[in-house]
């Protein structure tokens, strides 16, 4: 088992900027995908931003550019810098991790309005 707790969550204007963290622990060795999902009111969960332990990333097409994901293995953390925040970007954000299958971590809320 894989425990997450995701941290960093809030009300931020247009425009600005929020880290999300996401701590894990429990059966950690070997995590070989770590990313963020998000989900808005009304709509799917969707996958923001992966980590593969090799370094690869991969970005929503809607976040390119302003979000960068990052993971210190050594402290079995995965980070979310998110910048130029838009009202779209609204959401409850989910930490996950995929070791044999995928574990999910409470959310945090990120709120962007004026």
């Known amino acids: 088992q894989v425990q997450l707790v995701e941290s960093g969550g809030g009300l931020v204007q247009p425009g600005g900027s929020l880290r999300l963290a996401c701590a894990a622990s429990?059966?950690?060795?070997?995590?070989?995908?770590m990313g963020w999902y998000r989900q808005a009111p009304g709509k799917q969960r969707e996958l923001v931003a992966t980590?593969?332990?090799?370094?690869?990333?991969n970005y929503a097409g809607s976040v390119k550019g302003r979000f960068i994901i990052s993971r210190d293995n050594a402290k079995n953390m995965v980070y979310l810098q998110m910048n130029s925040l838009k009202p779209e970007d609204t959401a409850v954000y989910y930490c996950?991790?995929?070791?044999?299958?995928?574990?999910w971590g409470q959310g945090t809320q990120v709120t962007v309005s004026s």
């Open positions: 996950y991790a995929f070791k044999g299958g995928t574990f």
């Open positions: 429990g059966s950690i060795f070997r995590l070989v995908v």
């Open positions: 980590s593969y332990d090799g370094g690869s990333t």
